[in-house]
């Protein structure tokens, strides 16, 4: 059966820190990964997108990192604000076209 | 309003009552999809419409549940004789086509099942 897993289901760090999500999932035969931010009440908003091919995405301070080998996905958050506390999630694909499976999610709280 | 809207954004309903949620994607889209995501989880698939065809319902929990798209637009949820286990956020998304990646989601509808 496919399955994501996030570690840990929350996380709570003082502004400034550089921190690391995690994300893991049992089949190897993915066809690309991706990272959402959920805020209270919203849906979810696309961060990056990695393709099964490549090994790693950059967007302003997130860099998402993927190894197909190990079913492990990390989500770099660097400088963290405020503003960054939220939901994060990650989801596996595993053909074009198809569904996304998600893992449960990190709650992440960044104190001033 | 360029994204994908959902409709109501929280519903109240009586156990046995039957709910219908509306989801309207951006428009062109061909693809929809409808996740529901219980407290603290990460949503969950139920169905995926191509067009007017939905290509895929093995998420849906059982019979009671059932989605439509008619016309290749609009979709909805339609929820018969809800249960409290029913009550979760109902995700709709809604991507470009097959060849694209990026699936983009609407707010939700809340429903809690009293």
């Known amino acids: 059966k496919q399955e994501v897993t996030q570690i840990p289901a929350a996380l709570s760090v003082p502004e400034g820190e550089n921190l690391v999500l995690n994300c893991s999932f049992t089949?190897?035969?993915?066809?690309?990964l991706q990272w959402f931010r959920q805020d209270p009440g919203k849906g979810l908003t696309s961060l990056l997108l990695?393709?099964?091919?490549?090994r790693e995405q950059t967007s302003g301070r997130l860099n998402a990192s993927l190894d197909k080998s190990s079913g492990r996905s990390t989500l770099y958050i660097a400088a963290s604000q405020p503003g960054d506390s939220a939901t994060y999630l990650c989801?596996?694909?595993?053909?074009?076209?198809?569904?996304?499976?998600f893992g449960q999610g990190t709650e992440l709280s960044v104190k001033p | 309003g360029a994204g994908v809207s959902q409709s109501p954004r929280y519903k109240v309903a009586k156990r046995g009552q039957d709910v219908a949620l509306r989801c309207d994607p951006i428009?062109?889209?061909?693809?929809l999809f409808w996740y529901q995501q219980a407290l603290g989880q990460g949503p969950e698939f139920l169905t995926y419409?191509?067009?007017?065809?939905?290509?895929?319902k093995s998420g849906l929990p059982s019979d009671r549940f059932f989605a439509e798209r008619p016309e290749g637009s609009v979709s909805t949820l339609k929820i018969q004789r809800t249960q409290q286990e029913d009550s979760a956020v109902y995700l709709c998304?809604?991507?470009?086509?097959?060849?694209?990646?990026?699936?983009?989601f609407g707010p939700g509808t809340r429903l809690t099942v009293l």
């Open positions: 428009s062109g889209h061909v693809s």
């Open positions: 989801a596996a694909q595993y053909n074009q076209g198809g569904k996304l499976i």
């Open positions: 998304a809604s991507r470009a086509g097959e060849l694209y990646n990026e699936q983009f």
């Open positions: 089949d190897s035969a993915i066809y690309n």
């Open positions: 419409f191509q067009n007017e065809a939905q290509l895929d």
């Open positions: 990695i393709q099964s091919s490549q």
